[in-house]
């Protein structure tokens, strides 16, 4: 994606790439670069890029959709602010802003509920990604990824969903699943493992 | 947070998957992130994972307001973004720490593997992307060496903020403060030394009046090891004064040193 086109690109917006190392991404990386250099244009074209699936992941931890508002305007500051730290042997891009904008969403909720009971949002908030499924851009993405996660076994996904949608440690996903925390953190590391293998094979 | 020695301690590489989701307790992002420093398959490990957990978020890809887009672009115009991270003071080779999860803080050698160094390297990762952080005040936190868990703690704390300021007789104060934990550690750099029979002591002045928080321990090239003060009120400022040797019951001197707790 060129510079030029970055105004344009503002709007509703297709999301582009899932973290899966699309060519996409390295244009991504390309124009993290340029913001790290101070190029407006460019955070313009990297907030098009990445603003949905930021405000997709703050909004399935966060819920609230004021709080969640608030903070994906700050993980996307924060890419403006830390772009010069990006490294890219270390991951992709994509991967650098979602999990900024992940943390920042696990914070936000931690910090708020450090004191609560956790458990009483059990209920509700497994598996949150149905819940805005719909408004989702990316169809074939998700449809990917939620096929991907159907090839899981079920504690498998159920601890990957809970820790990453429902903001939990693993420790709390096991007392919720009244499993051992060893196994839980298995599954977790066993689950990623397999959505990768799976993604990456299709 | 307890610290006690956990049956996983001895494979903290388990904690890979819980790692890479943010399913980890503070504590145990620090533990784990030790055991990164030392393990060069966690790093091709974890850019994996973070392939995954980023097609989690693709998966609820959602658009956001546009208002929110042209807040943030607005916003960027006047923030001013971080440098690159080049080498350290000493340090011969670039300091590689960035915002993710995504792999290894080196350290040098030297620098003694103590937790909190552990936590301030967890902090400052934290804290690059919070923003702000100068490199100054990333190389004072790191070299700060600690005995004390509670420093980790408000280190890592969710909410932890990072100020500093200049001190009004020369050098630097840093303050990392948790609102939530009702503490702060308390660093200088660069303060000159004291003739005689006098020493810095440290404050919370406040509604609640003035407390001491305690006197700073005499300084290590040029550095005042880290101070903990608990037990903060709402509209608390820290202050720094120059006592008599022993420390004083109230300020006895006009503060070098005041600043708001935000």
């Not at chain 2, 090239?221 to 720094?240: C, F, K, N």
Request: proline share 5%; net charge positive.
């Amino acid at each position: 994606m060129g510079i030029s086109d970055s105004r344009a690109a503002l709007g509703p917006r297709r999301l582009t790439g899932a973290g899966l190392g699309h060519a996409t991404d390295a244009s991504l990386e390309g124009l993290l670069n340029q913001v790290a250099r101070g190029d407006q244009a460019a955070f313009e074209a990297v907030c098009a890029r990445t603003g949905p699936v930021v405000f997709g992941v703050v909004r399935a931890v966060v819920r609230d959709p004021f709080q969640a508002e608030e903070v994906a305007q700050e993980v996307l500051l924060d890419v403006w602010r830390a772009a010069s730290r990006f490294e890219p042997g270390k991951g992709s891009a994509q991967a650098w802003v979602t999990t900024i904008a992940h943390r920042r969403a696990i914070d936000r909720v931690r910090a708020e509920q450090r004191a609560a009971d956790r458990q009483l949002r059990a209920a509700s908030h497994a598996i949150a990604y149905d819940d805005v499924a719909e408004a989702v851009q990316a169809r074939l993405d998700r449809e990917r990824v939620q096929r991907c996660l159907g090839c899981l076994t079920s504690l498998q996904r159920e601890s990957v969903t809970l820790a990453y949608y429902g903001g939990y440690t693993f420790r709390e996903v096991a007392r919720l699943l009244g499993v051992p925390e060893g196994t839980v953190k298995t599954r977790m590391r066993d689950g990623l493992i397999r959505l990768r293998d799976c993604l990456g094979g299709e | 947070m307890r610290w006690r020695r956990r049956p996983e301690a001895h494979a903290p590489h388990t904690l890979a998957g819980a790692y890479a989701l943010n399913a980890v307790t503070a504590a145990d992002r620090i533990r784990f992130e030790r055991h990164l420093a030392r393990c060069r398959a966690c790093t091709g490990e974890l850019r994996e994972l973070g392939e995954a957990t980023a097609a989690l978020a693709g998966a609820v890809a959602v658009d956001p307001p546009a208002e929110l887009i042209q807040r943030v672009i607005a916003e960027s115009a006047r923030t001013r973004q971080l440098p690159p991270l080049v080498g350290h003071a000493g340090a011969g080779r670039r300091a590689r720490r960035g915002p993710a999860t995504q792999g290894v803080r080196r350290r040098r050698p030297a620098f003694p593997r103590r937790l909190v160094s552990a936590a301030a390297a967890a902090f400052l990762v934290a804290g690059a992307v919070a923003g702000g952080l100068a490199l100054n005040a990333e190389r004072d936190l790191l070299a700060a060496q600690s005995r004390d868990h509670t420093i980790a703690q408000v280190l890592t704390a969710p909410d932890a903020v990072l100020l500093t300021a200049r001190v009004r007789a020369g050098g630097t104060a840093t303050v990392v403060m948790s609102r939530h934990d009702r503490a702060l550690v308390f660093m200088t750099v660069g303060l000159p030394a004291l003739a005689g029979a006098r020493s810095y002591q440290l404050w919370l002045m406040g509604p609640r009046g003035d407390r001491s928080v305690g006197l700073l321990p005499p300084p290590r090239d040029g550095m005042t090891s880290p101070v903990i003060a608990r037990g903060l009120s709402p509209g608390d400022w820290v202050g720094l004064t120059v006592e008599p040797a022993g420390g004083a019951g109230t300020p006895t001197s006009t503060p070098i040193l005041m600043l708001k707790l935000v």
